[in-house]
């Protein structure tokens, strides 16, 4: 189970809000990502807890919590994996 | 469906969101170089009119959080620092590690001459999207000769070196002039031996109080050719240039400029203050300047602008702040950029006629 609390933002990635979408800049490794709508939402609430996310996604997107739950889940590994995310020092 | 960032950098620039900022922390400058759009520096050279007086001081370490406060506020990404040489202000690494704290991502535009394996290792730590390094020559006596500085090419170099050997991103740029035309091969296969990319560029700008010295370096017309031929430089965009279309030019609508007295521009060669941040709101000038209204509604009218304005048209690009500064008309097509289009259309006729049927 991913937790959030584990994980912030990496300062090393530039990152705004352009049109309702997050732009991240690996200053780096110099790859840009364009996150989607849901991602940006998620991006922009990284650090917060899961449960909630996947209520106000569930609501929003019309899915069920349990898909948006998973969705999620999936979504922030994938940002550990680009390095978007960092372990948190210390935990 | 999924968005390209070129598309979505399209749409803020249509809704007048700015992306790119670009803040010059001080005209000082350890190079005089003779190409050189900067007034201020005119070292060893005959001054052609008055040396600008600034009528303020150069924004304080203060206002210029404020700044970066704004730019942030205002969703800019792409923050350039640039100058004169942003590495001699005094404040230069408060700055960086502030704008570093705020988000952006972090353009450094120098001669290089200042960094040191010290100074690389403190750039490395704050870790900046890129440097962009001015190169003049292939070799010591042609940099020298325009960047009027001993040694300036040496320590450029080195400086290349130190920051490869961290891993820092680096574009070199070059403007092509006069003195280095025979000198672009040369000059590539230095950027080669880095492994960083290099940008070549013969348009050369007038002085920023409007004077036309600089333009004595032109290059001439087979030294731009040379750049345009499918076997000789064939030179690309830098990773922040388009292809004409919508985000070629995005003056006064995805860019914004702030001089180190804290005027805001349409862009570096738009000259014309729109407010100072000292009497208003950044985002305040940004929405209610006419002259930001303006370079808007000249911006748009540019495929326009170009098609209308030369037969070479589908080569050409625009700078509508060069205009405004030589000819005093924003929407008139200057002189060397319709040079390079013509030039660009040659090499394209003639390379298409040598083609075997």
Known sequence: MFDPKLYSRNPDVAWRLIEGQAVLVHNREGEIEVLNELGSYLWGHAGEPLDGLAGNISQDFDVTKEQALQDSEEFYQALVASGALQPVKGK | ?357
């Open chain 2, 1 to 357: 469906m999924a968005t390209t960032l070129e598309e979505l950098f399209a749409k803020a620039t249509r809704n007048s969101h700015p992306i790119f900022a670009m803040f010059e922390l001080t005209y000082q400058c350890n190079f005089a170089c003779r190409h050189c759009y900067n007034p201020i520096e005119r070292k060893n050279q005959a001054r052609v009119g008055k040396k600008p007086v600034p009528s303020a001081a150069p924004l304080a370490f203060e206002e210029i959080v404020s700044l970066l406060d704004q730019l942030e506020e205002m969703g800019v990404l792409y923050l350039s620092l640039t100058g004169g040489e942003p590495l001699t202000h005094p404040r230069f690494w408060d700055i960086l590690e502030a704008a570093k704290e705020r988000g952006f991502a972090l353009r450094i535009f120098t001669n290089g001459a200042l960094i040191a394996p010290s100074i690389a290792d403190r750039l490395n730590e704050i870790g900046p999207h890129c440097l962009e390094i001015s190169i003049h020559g292939a070799t010591d006596s042609t940099a020298e000769a325009l960047s009027q500085v001993k040694g300036s090419h040496q320590s450029m170099l080195r400086a290349l070196g130190y920051l490869k050997d961290r891993g820092l991103r680096v574009y070199l740029k070059c403007t092509v002039t006069r003195l280095n035309e025979g000198e672009l091969e040369g000059i590539k296969a230095i950027s080669d031996s880095f492994g960083f990319p290099v940008f070549f560029d013969p348009v050369i700008t007038l002085s920023d109080d409007g004077q036309e010295y600089p333009l004595e370096m032109r290059a001439s017309d087979e030294g731009i050719a040379k750049l345009y031929r499918s076997d000789g430089l064939n030179i690309g965009n830098s990773p922040f240039e388009w292809e004409p279309g919508e985000l070629s030019c995005t003056v006064g609508a995805g860019t914004l400029h702030i001089t180190p007295y804290g005027d805001v521009q349409p862009c570096i060669q738009w000259k014309q203050s729109a407010g100072n941040i000292r009497e208003k709101p950044l985002r305040e000038i940004w929405s209610a300047s006419p002259i930001l209204e303006e370079a808007r509604r000249v911006a748009r009218e540019m495929p326009v602008l170009i098609k209308n304005g030369t037969r070479d048209h589908a080569f050409c690009r625009h700078c509508p702040g060069l205009s405004l500064l030589r000819y005093g008309d924003p929407r008139r097509l200057e002189e060397q950029y319709l040079r390079v289009a013509r030039i660009k259309a040659e090499v394209s006729q003639s390379e298409a006629a040598a083609k075997p049927e």
